[in-house]
Protein backbone atom coordinates (compact mmCIF):
# COMPACT_ATOMS: atom_id res chain seq x y z
CA UNK A 1 0.00 0.00 0.00
CA UNK A 2 3.32 2.12 -0.84
CA UNK A 3 2.75 5.82 -2.42
CA UNK A 4 4.60 5.57 -5.41
CA UNK A 5 8.17 6.77 -5.77
CA UNK A 6 6.48 9.33 -8.41
CA UNK A 7 4.03 10.39 -6.45
CA UNK A 8 6.45 11.07 -3.52
CA UNK A 9 9.22 12.73 -5.68
CA UNK A 10 6.20 15.00 -6.77
CA UNK A 11 5.09 15.99 -3.42
CA UNK A 12 8.57 16.84 -2.82
CA UNK A 13 8.70 18.75 -6.09
CA UNK A 14 5.59 21.33 -5.14
CA UNK A 15 6.95 21.12 -1.55
CA UNK A 16 9.82 22.73 -2.62
CA UNK A 17 8.17 25.02 -5.14
CA UNK A 18 6.00 26.17 -2.25
CA UNK A 19 9.43 27.65 -0.76
CA UNK A 20 10.74 29.72 -3.56
CA UNK A 21 10.19 33.86 -3.06
CA UNK A 22 7.24 34.81 -4.90
CA UNK A 23 7.73 35.50 -8.26
CA UNK A 24 10.84 33.75 -8.85
CA UNK A 25 11.00 30.36 -11.04
CA UNK A 26 12.89 27.66 -10.14
CA UNK A 27 14.46 25.45 -12.87
CA UNK A 28 14.00 21.47 -13.69
CA UNK A 29 17.76 21.33 -12.42
CA UNK A 30 17.66 23.17 -8.77
CA UNK A 31 14.61 21.39 -7.93
CA UNK A 32 16.45 17.87 -9.16
CA UNK A 33 19.41 18.87 -7.58
CA UNK A 34 17.74 20.18 -4.34
CA UNK A 35 14.87 17.22 -4.07
CA UNK A 36 17.58 14.52 -5.26
CA UNK A 37 15.10 13.13 -8.00
CA UNK A 38 16.61 11.49 -11.06
CA UNK A 39 16.47 14.56 -13.83
CA UNK A 40 14.50 12.56 -16.72
CA UNK A 41 12.15 11.48 -14.62
CA UNK A 42 11.37 14.94 -12.43
CA UNK A 43 10.70 15.98 -16.15
CA UNK A 44 7.68 13.71 -16.19
CA UNK A 45 6.82 14.15 -13.32
CA UNK A 46 6.48 18.19 -13.95
CA UNK A 47 4.75 17.43 -16.81
CA UNK A 48 1.92 15.98 -15.62
CA UNK A 49 2.09 18.60 -12.50
CA UNK A 50 1.96 21.32 -15.30
CA UNK A 51 -0.96 19.74 -17.20
CA UNK A 52 -3.02 19.50 -14.13
CA UNK A 53 -2.42 23.21 -13.13
CA UNK A 54 -0.66 22.90 -9.98
CA UNK A 55 2.62 24.64 -11.47
CA UNK A 56 3.09 26.40 -14.16
CA UNK A 57 6.01 26.25 -16.57
CA UNK A 58 8.03 29.60 -17.91
CA UNK A 59 10.05 28.62 -21.01
CA UNK A 60 13.22 30.08 -22.40
CA UNK A 61 16.86 30.23 -20.62
CA UNK A 62 15.48 32.37 -17.81
CA UNK A 63 12.51 30.01 -17.41
CA UNK A 64 11.57 27.34 -14.61
CA UNK A 65 8.64 26.36 -12.58
CA UNK A 66 6.58 27.89 -10.48
CA UNK A 67 3.08 27.03 -8.44
CA UNK A 68 0.34 27.67 -10.33
CA UNK A 69 -2.02 28.15 -7.72
CA UNK A 70 -1.63 29.57 -4.16
CA UNK A 71 -0.02 27.02 -1.46
CA UNK A 72 -2.78 26.28 0.53
CA UNK A 73 -4.87 25.81 -2.49
CA UNK A 74 -3.13 22.88 -3.48
CA UNK A 75 -3.09 19.82 -1.74
CA UNK A 76 -1.57 16.26 -1.43
CA UNK A 77 -4.32 14.39 -2.49
CA UNK A 78 -4.34 17.25 -5.12
CA UNK A 79 -0.51 16.17 -5.86
CA UNK A 80 -0.76 12.18 -5.74
CA UNK A 81 -3.78 12.30 -8.13
CA UNK A 82 -2.47 14.79 -10.78
CA UNK A 83 0.33 11.61 -10.93
CA UNK A 84 -1.47 8.25 -10.40
CA UNK A 85 -5.31 9.72 -11.12
CA UNK A 86 -8.13 8.91 -8.78
CA UNK A 87 -6.53 7.14 -5.30
CA UNK A 88 -7.98 3.69 -3.99
CA UNK A 89 -7.20 1.73 -1.78
CA UNK A 90 -8.83 -1.27 -3.34
CA UNK A 91 -9.64 -2.54 -6.85
CA UNK A 92 -13.25 -3.39 -5.32
CA UNK A 93 -13.74 0.61 -4.66
CA UNK A 94 -12.72 1.70 -8.41
CA UNK A 95 -15.48 3.67 -10.14
CA UNK A 96 -18.02 4.62 -8.02
CA UNK A 97 -19.87 1.59 -6.98
CA UNK A 98 -18.29 -1.05 -9.42
CA UNK A 99 -15.93 -3.80 -7.68
CA UNK A 100 -13.80 -4.93 -9.97
CA UNK A 101 -13.84 -8.72 -8.01
CA UNK A 102 -15.93 -11.16 -9.56
CA UNK A 103 -17.65 -11.53 -6.68
CA UNK A 104 -18.18 -7.66 -5.61
CA UNK A 105 -22.25 -8.71 -5.15
CA UNK A 106 -22.03 -10.67 -1.98
CA UNK A 107 -18.82 -8.64 -0.67
CA UNK A 108 -19.02 -7.69 2.62
CA UNK A 109 -15.60 -6.35 2.83
CA UNK A 110 -16.25 -3.50 0.45
CA UNK A 111 -17.73 -1.00 2.95
CA UNK A 112 -14.91 -1.28 5.04
CA UNK A 113 -12.28 -0.08 2.03
CA UNK A 114 -14.63 2.27 1.39
CA UNK A 115 -14.41 4.10 4.77
CA UNK A 116 -11.23 4.14 5.06
CA UNK A 117 -10.59 5.27 1.63
CA UNK A 118 -12.40 8.27 2.42
CA UNK A 119 -10.98 8.85 5.45
CA UNK A 120 -7.37 8.88 4.23
CA UNK A 121 -8.27 11.15 1.09
CA UNK A 122 -9.98 13.04 3.65
CA UNK A 123 -6.60 13.73 5.28
CA UNK A 124 -4.50 14.06 2.05
CA UNK A 125 -7.60 17.03 0.56
CA UNK A 126 -6.94 18.52 4.17
CA UNK A 127 -3.02 18.42 4.32
CA UNK A 128 -2.21 21.70 1.90
CA UNK A 129 1.36 22.82 0.97
CA UNK A 130 0.86 26.57 2.94
CA UNK A 131 2.02 24.80 6.08
CA UNK A 132 5.29 24.67 4.02
CA UNK A 133 5.33 27.31 2.68
CA UNK A 134 4.98 29.22 6.16
CA UNK A 135 7.24 27.16 7.92
CA UNK A 136 10.48 28.31 5.89
CA UNK A 137 9.66 31.15 4.47
CA UNK B 1 -1.56 3.39 -2.58
CA UNK B 2 -3.40 0.01 -3.94
CA UNK B 3 -3.67 -3.11 -1.57
CA UNK B 4 -1.77 -5.73 -3.62
CA UNK B 5 -4.14 -8.56 -4.88
CA UNK B 6 -2.37 -11.19 -3.42
CA UNK B 7 -3.56 -9.46 0.18
CA UNK B 8 -7.41 -8.98 -0.95
CA UNK B 9 -7.23 -12.69 -1.79
CA UNK B 10 -5.67 -13.41 1.47
CA UNK B 11 -8.24 -11.61 3.28
CA UNK B 12 -11.38 -12.76 0.89
CA UNK B 13 -9.74 -16.42 1.79
CA UNK B 14 -9.66 -15.62 5.83
CA UNK B 15 -13.27 -14.60 5.63
CA UNK B 16 -14.23 -17.84 3.94
CA UNK B 17 -12.60 -20.00 6.85
CA UNK B 18 -14.20 -17.97 9.06
CA UNK B 19 -17.50 -18.78 7.78
CA UNK B 20 -17.28 -22.74 7.35
CA UNK B 21 -19.25 -24.63 10.90
CA UNK B 22 -16.69 -24.83 13.26
CA UNK B 23 -14.73 -28.23 14.03
CA UNK B 24 -14.34 -28.41 10.11
CA UNK B 25 -12.27 -28.06 7.28
CA UNK B 26 -12.26 -26.52 3.93
CA UNK B 27 -10.08 -27.62 0.53
CA UNK B 28 -8.25 -25.57 -1.56
CA UNK B 29 -10.36 -26.15 -4.61
CA UNK B 30 -13.43 -25.48 -2.45
CA UNK B 31 -11.95 -21.66 -1.15
CA UNK B 32 -10.48 -21.39 -4.69
CA UNK B 33 -14.26 -21.70 -6.33
CA UNK B 34 -16.16 -19.61 -3.28
CA UNK B 35 -13.31 -16.80 -3.93
CA UNK B 36 -12.55 -16.62 -7.44
CA UNK B 37 -8.82 -17.09 -7.01
CA UNK B 38 -6.59 -18.72 -9.16
CA UNK B 39 -5.90 -22.04 -7.23
CA UNK B 40 -1.50 -22.00 -7.40
CA UNK B 41 -1.57 -18.42 -6.53
CA UNK B 42 -3.74 -19.44 -3.57
CA UNK B 43 -1.44 -22.15 -3.10
CA UNK B 44 1.18 -19.79 -1.60
CA UNK B 45 -1.17 -17.06 -0.25
CA UNK B 46 -2.50 -20.37 2.33
CA UNK B 47 1.23 -21.25 3.04
CA UNK B 48 2.28 -18.01 3.89
CA UNK B 49 -1.18 -17.73 6.27
CA UNK B 50 -0.92 -21.14 7.62
CA UNK B 51 3.48 -20.02 8.41
CA UNK B 52 2.10 -17.01 10.33
CA UNK B 53 -0.66 -18.77 12.43
CA UNK B 54 -3.55 -17.63 10.99
CA UNK B 55 -4.67 -20.46 9.64
CA UNK B 56 -4.13 -24.41 10.50
CA UNK B 57 -3.89 -26.79 7.37
CA UNK B 58 -4.46 -30.60 7.55
CA UNK B 59 -2.87 -33.35 5.34
CA UNK B 60 -4.63 -36.12 3.59
CA UNK B 61 -7.33 -36.93 1.69
CA UNK B 62 -9.72 -35.37 3.80
CA UNK B 63 -7.30 -32.44 4.44
CA UNK B 64 -7.77 -29.22 4.29
CA UNK B 65 -7.59 -25.60 6.10
CA UNK B 66 -9.24 -23.87 9.14
CA UNK B 67 -8.45 -20.62 11.07
CA UNK B 68 -5.71 -20.92 13.20
CA UNK B 69 -7.00 -18.48 15.97
CA UNK B 70 -10.17 -17.48 16.57
CA UNK B 71 -12.11 -15.29 14.26
CA UNK B 72 -12.05 -12.02 16.86
CA UNK B 73 -8.44 -12.66 16.82
CA UNK B 74 -7.35 -12.43 13.44
CA UNK B 75 -7.33 -8.74 12.25
CA UNK B 76 -7.59 -7.02 8.44
CA UNK B 77 -3.87 -5.94 9.64
CA UNK B 78 -2.71 -9.68 10.48
CA UNK B 79 -3.82 -10.94 7.04
CA UNK B 80 -1.84 -8.05 5.34
CA UNK B 81 1.30 -7.88 7.12
CA UNK B 82 1.54 -11.52 7.27
CA UNK B 83 1.17 -11.22 3.14
CA UNK B 84 3.57 -8.48 2.56
CA UNK B 85 5.40 -7.94 6.22
CA UNK B 86 5.08 -4.93 7.22
CA UNK B 87 2.70 -2.30 6.15
CA UNK B 88 3.99 0.88 5.21
CA UNK B 89 2.20 4.35 3.38
CA UNK B 90 5.11 5.29 2.54
CA UNK B 91 9.06 4.20 1.79
CA UNK B 92 9.81 7.20 4.16
CA UNK B 93 8.48 5.36 7.44
CA UNK B 94 9.86 1.87 6.81
CA UNK B 95 12.30 0.50 9.46
CA UNK B 96 11.14 2.56 12.32
CA UNK B 97 12.95 6.10 11.85
CA UNK B 98 15.03 5.37 9.54
CA UNK B 99 13.96 7.18 6.07
CA UNK B 100 14.48 5.43 2.94
CA UNK B 101 15.07 8.89 0.78
CA UNK B 102 18.31 11.00 0.31
CA UNK B 103 16.64 14.02 2.65
CA UNK B 104 15.20 12.23 5.29
CA UNK B 105 17.19 14.37 8.28
CA UNK B 106 15.31 17.59 6.49
CA UNK B 107 11.88 16.25 5.38
CA UNK B 108 9.09 18.32 6.87
CA UNK B 109 6.46 15.43 5.39
CA UNK B 110 7.37 12.65 6.97
CA UNK B 111 5.56 12.97 9.91
CA UNK B 112 2.55 13.49 7.98
CA UNK B 113 2.37 9.98 6.56
CA UNK B 114 3.79 8.63 9.86
CA UNK B 115 0.23 9.94 11.40
CA UNK B 116 -1.60 8.42 8.02
CA UNK B 117 -0.01 5.38 8.75
CA UNK B 118 -0.84 5.02 12.08
CA UNK B 119 -4.34 5.49 11.58
CA UNK B 120 -4.50 3.08 8.47
CA UNK B 121 -2.94 0.61 10.69
CA UNK B 122 -5.08 1.12 13.89
CA UNK B 123 -8.21 0.35 11.65
CA UNK B 124 -7.33 -2.59 10.06
CA UNK B 125 -5.99 -3.80 13.37
CA UNK B 126 -9.43 -3.25 14.85
CA UNK B 127 -11.34 -4.92 12.27
CA UNK B 128 -11.26 -8.78 12.89
CA UNK B 129 -13.13 -11.21 11.41
CA UNK B 130 -15.37 -12.15 14.10
CA UNK B 131 -18.04 -9.80 12.56
CA UNK B 132 -17.87 -11.98 9.14
CA UNK B 133 -18.45 -15.23 11.42
CA UNK B 134 -21.07 -13.65 13.05
CA UNK B 135 -22.96 -12.45 10.65
CA UNK B 136 -23.09 -15.19 8.04
CA UNK B 137 -23.43 -17.85 10.49
Redesign the interface.
Known amino acids: ?3 S ?1 KA ?1 YA ?2 AV ?1 HLSLIPKGTLNSINAIAAA ?2 IPREFLAKILKDLTRSGILKSFQGVTGGYRLGKKAREIS ?1 LDV ?1 EAI ?1 GP ?6 TVEGHKCA ?3 AETC ?2 RL ?2 VA ?1 EK ?2 KK ?2 AK ?1 TFVR ?1 SK ?2 R
Chains 1, 2 share one sequence.
Open positions: MLLRDLRREEFIELHLNLCCPVTMFWQSLALHYTR
